[in-house]
T-cell receptor, first 112, second 111 residues
């Protein structure tokens, strides 16, 4: 049982490059989330999808886009990476609002 | 921001001692959750306490919630080296669709 799977685990980008972070869950959860984690800042919500076909902005959505491809997959795209987007990105899912979250192991992104 | 705030930021104890971490938050909530994060890994859910509950136990974990003070505490009894991790509280504001995480307490248990 894989749970929440994120790819890639590590990525280095140059300023201005684009990339997509992939996330998939096999728990048939309705809701999926993207967080970023920075030292001293805790986790901050970027975007979430309460159900297939819907997405909503979180606390820090600027510079990101998301796609809920189907019930299993929720991707995060950086169109033009900036050094301020250097962070660890976590995908999470749950079966209903505010029930316990299941997290992936993160993508460590460095933008130079 | 509805973000919770954990206290202390870092805590170092000897194996076998108890560890207490505190969380304060700003708005009315439906529930409060505690998570653990081992280095380089994702967060793992530990326990959820609802706003109408005052105390909850799970194994060596004891969580209390005081909604009048907007605070919660997590007690880990008889700590082990394997408890070394960062611990986060997360709150959902009434009417919100997502959780807000605190900045975490880094616990080190010395064997």
């Amino acid at each position: 049982n894989a749970g929440v799977t994120q790819t890639p685990k590590f990525q280095v980008l140059k300023t201005g490059q684009s990339m997509t972070l992939q996330c998939a869950q096999d728990m048939n959860h309705n809701s999926m989330y993207w967080y970023r984690q920075d030292p001293g800042m805790g986790l901050r919500l970027i975007y979430y999808s309460a159900s297939e076909g819907t997405t909503d902005k979180g606390e820090v959505p600027n510079g990101y886009n998301v796609s809920r491809l189907n019930k299993r997959e929720f991707s995060l795209r950086l169109e033009s990476a900036a050094p301020s987007q250097t962070s660890v990105y976590f995908c999470a899912s749950n079966d209903r609002n505010n029930s316990p979250l299941h997290f992936g192991n993160g993508t460590r992104l460095t933008v130079t | 921001s509805q973000q919770g705030e954990e206290d202390p930021q870092a805590l170092s104890i000897q194996e076998g001692e108890n560890a207490t971490m505190n969380c304060s938050y700003k708005t009315s909530i439906n529930n409060l959750q505690w998570y653990r994060q081992n280095s380089g890994r994702g967060l793992v859910h530990l326990i959820l306490i609802r706003s109408n509950e005052r105390e909850k136990h799970s194994g060596r974990l004891r969580v209390t919630l005081d909604t009048s003070k907007k605070s919660s505490s997590l007690l880990i009894t008889a700590s082990r080296a394997a408890d070394t991790a960062s611990y986060f509280c997360a709150t959902d504001a009434t009417g919100a669709n997502n959780l807000f995480f605190g900045t975490g307490t880094r616990l080190t248990v010395i064997p």
